[in-house]
C-alpha cells in the first residue's frame, strides 16, 4: 500500500488530556512521517477551517488532537473529500476516535498511527447530517452523535462549567445529566416525525451515525442501536421522563442489556431518509458534544463520507 502524507496536525489546547507534553509527543512521532503542518485552534469553527486550509494547500492526511468537538468539526471539514482523517484521542470522552477503533490514550494510538499512515490503511465512515431550523437553515455535519432535549441540555450544563468538567470529567457529565433532568421535565414535547410518518411526542430524541452513542469510563453505551459508521443511521425518542425509568434506562445500558425500543418510555429505530424534530419552544441541540443554542426545528439525515485512517489491519 502507498504510504499516506503529507500530514498535518490540528490541536484543541483546552481539550482535557492535550496539553504541551502530549502534543510535542505527538509531534515527534509524526514528524518522520511526512508531518508538514501543526497548528493550534484558538475557538469554535477554528478546526474546520484549518482542516480545509491545509487540504487545500496539499495535504493528504488530517490529525487531531483534542475531544469529540475537534474531531467532529474537522470531520465535517474534510468528509466528502480525498482528504484522509485521524482523530486521536486528547479529550474527556473521544467518542468517535475510540469507535474507530483508536486506543484511548494518544501516546498509545501513536505507534498504530505510524503503522496506518506508513501502510495506507483507510475505511470510509458515514457521517451524519444536521440542518437546524427547516430547509433554508444551517448545516452541521457530525461523526458520531446529535440530540435534542435532555441529552443536549446536559451537553449545554457542562459545557457551561468548563472547571467542573475538566475536574469531574465523564462524573460531570452524569450530574449534569440528573439536573437537566429536572429542567426538562418542564420543557415542551418534541413532535417527531421519521422519514414522512406519523407524529411522535418526546421529550428528547437521540440521533446516531455511529456506534457507541457514548462512553462512561470504559463501558461504551449503546443508546441508539442500529446505527453504525457503514452508513446506517438511527434514532431514539424518550417519551416520558419518569426518574425512575430514566435510571433503569441508564442501568441497562450500562450493563450493556437491550433498551426496550417500543415500550412506553422508549420509542426509536432507523432513518431512511430523514428524521424531523420540531417545538413551539426553542429546545436544546448538541452535535458531538458540542451546545449548538436552542432551535425549533432540526432535521436529521445522512450526511458525506469521511476517508478516515484505519488504525488496525482489516
Not at 492526511?61 to 486521536?88: F, K, R
Not at 416525525?193 to 461504551?220: F, I, K, N, Q, S
Not at 442501568?251 to 417545538?279: F, Y
Amino acid at each position: 500500500m502507498t504510504p499516506i502524507g503529507p500530514v498535518a496536525l490540528i490541536v484543541n489546547p483546552a481539550a482535557t488530556r492535550s496539553g504541551r507534553t502530549t502534543r510535542a509527543e505527538v509531534v515527534r512521532a509524526l514528524a518522520p512521517l511526512g508531518l508538514e503542518w501543526s497548528l493550534v485552534t484558538s475557538g469554535p469553527g477554528d478546526a474546520a477551517r484549518l482542516a480545509r486550509e491545509v487540504a487545500g494547500e496539499g495535504a493528504a492526511a488530517v490529525v487531531s488532537l483534542g475531544g469529540d468537538g475537534i474531531a467532529g468539526e474537522i470531520a465535517g471539514a474534510l468528509a466528502g473529500g480525498p482528504v484522509a482523517m485521524a482523530p486521536l484521542p486528547g479529550g474527556n470522552a473521544n467518542v468517535f476516535s475510540r469507535g474507530l477503533g483508536w486506543p484511548n490514550s494518544a501516546r498509545a494510538a501513536l505507534p498504530l498511527l505510524a503503522a496506518s499512515l506508513r501502510g495506507g490503511r483507510l475505511r470510509d465512515a458515514g457521517l451524519g447530517l444536521l440542518r437546524i431550523g427547516g430547509p433554508e437553515g444551517g448545516e452541521r455535519v457530525f461523526a458520531v452523535n446529535a440530540g435534542v432535549g435532555l441529552d443536549a441540555a446536559t451537553v449545554e450544563w457542562i459545557e457551561a462549567r468548563p472547571r467542573t468538567k475538566r475536574r469531574l470529567r465523564q462524573a460531570g457529565f452524569v450530574l449534569g445529566a440528573g439536573i437537566a433532568a429536572v429542567r426538562t421535565g418542564r420543557a415542551p414535547h418534541l413532535r417527531t416525525v421519521v422519514d414522512e410518518g406519523e407524529v411522535l411526542l418526546a421529550r428528547a430524541v437521540l440521533t446516531a451515525c455511529g456506534t457507541p452513542y457514548t462512553y462512561l469510563g470504559r463501558r461504551p453505551l449503546e443508546l441508539v442501536p442500529g446505527a453504525g459508521f457503514d452508513g446506517r443511521m438511527a434514532w431514539v425518542g424518550i417519551t416520558r421522563l419518569h426518574p425512575v425509568e430514566l435510571a433503569a434506562l441508564g442501568l441497562r445500558a450500562v450493563r450493556g442489556r437491550d433498551l426496550p425500543i417500543g415500550s412506553a418510555t422508549l420509542a426509536g429505530g432507523p432513518i431512511a431518509r430523514e428524521l424531523v424534530i420540531a417545538s413551539d419552544v426553542p429546545a436544546p441541540v448538541q452535535a458531538d458534544g458540542e451546545p449548538l443554542g436552542r432551535h425549533r426545528e432540526v432535521r436529521v439525515a445522512r450526511g458525506p463520507v469521511l476517508r478516515a485512517i484505519e488504525p488496525r489491519p482489516g
